[in-house]
């Protein structure tokens, strides 16, 4: 590992890179433990943010949403309005269907609407935000228009300064930028997430013989927890190969055939369809935990609740149809299959065009299956290790399977870039003497 770490900083680009990246992550992170103005920095608790959608929000931006920070959205909007505008680009809106096979002048006005839109979600999201903690928890200073859109405002600009850090990481630095933000915040919240848990598992002010135990329970967590991050790297980097053979000609006589493969990962979903069942769950109850407490609101919040049993089978389910639906929307059979044919590109055994795209869809769907079978056990072990473990809150269920699905993906994707530059050789022009 040492070699690996000075090979990476005796090349002079990447080392720029990296130090470009590490100041970008440190400017995202001193933002996000500044309150924004106006808001009572003690107003909000964990176990108050923790609760329904605004947990997921939490986990995702970090804990910026607990300290209401200028950065308290994060990247959660433009990542809602890039998943929106590939959603409308599927032969639902036209105009935007046609951009995306424009190349890339397609993708500049395409990304040109999904800041706009983002800037819309933003200010849809900070205004529901603090007006639903206002009349819950009494975070503002004085409760009038002009706090309530200066806090809205603010949050909009936190927004859109997020979005534009990662796109300067992306652009300059190493890595996914949005990607990085994400993982930067969910990494920051690790430490103080093994301490609580040691704390709650450990009191010393019982017995030798019941802190013993404690210690016990508290080793067998962090032993499921390592065993959870191996789990997830084995799966990330799990794929099917498809084999490929591409013919080259001279002029009209067919020389040789290049073979190579095309991957489809186990999980081509990521982390996107525990995200959306979970967010489908959460809103509700969320909404219905600021309303008056009744029959229905509690047979409601019984329901969605996937600590309850019902609750449970609906999340399983959905974990499931959205790791199909995401997955095809990824990977596009039918482009696929195009691409191939007009570069000379067949599968071995398969005719091209219409039987090519069908044998894709075919194998996505078959490996989708273990895919999704992958994020409902990471998502069902933390909780039954709730269960097990009598933890309150969501906490510990974000990091032990979104979270470390995220950072995992994000750490692997970042090492393989990185590894990519440290064995790309430099050639700097040949001078004649």
Known sequence: MLDFLKSVFKKGELRQRIIFTLGILFVFRLGAGIT?????????????????????????????????????????????????????SMDVIPILTQWSKEGNNGKKKKDRVTRYLTVVLAAIQGGSLTYAFDKGYNILDNANFYTYAYVVVVMIAGAMFAMWLGDQITQKGIGNG????????????????????????VDFSKGSQDVALGVLWYIIFVIVYLAIVIFVVFNEGATRKIPILYASSSNTVMRTKDSTHMPIKINSAGVIPVIFASSVLAAPRTIISFMKSTEITKTIDTILNYQQPVGFC??????????????????????????????????????????????????????????????????????????IWSQSGGNTLSLGGTGLIIITGVALETTKQIKTLVTRKEYHGYIRK
């Open 178 to 201: 949005t990607s990085l933000l994400i993982f930067t915040g969910i990494v920051s919240n690790l430490p103080n997430a093994f301490i609580t848990t040691f704390n709650s598992l």
């Open 314 to 387: 609906l999340y399983m389910i959905m974990i499931i149809l959205f790791a199909f639906f995401y997955s095809n929307l990824q990977i596009d059979a039918k482009k696929i299959s195009d691409d191939l044919k007009k570069n000379g590109g067949s599968i071995p055994g398969v005719r091209t065009g219409k039987d090519t795209e069908n044998f894709i869809k075919r194998v996505l769907n078959r490996v989708t299956v273990v895919g999704a079978i992958f994020l409902m056990i990471i998502s069902a072990i933390p909780i039954f290790t709730q269960v």
């Open 36 to 88: 924004i103005p106006s808001i009572k920095a003690n107003a909000l608790t964990s176990s108050a943010v923790n609760n329904g959608i605004f947990g997921l929000m939490n986990l995702i931006g970090g804990g910026q949403l607990e300290r209401f920070s200028i950065f308290s959205l994060g990247v959660s909007p433009y990542i809602t309005a890039s998943i929106i505008m590939e959603l409308l």
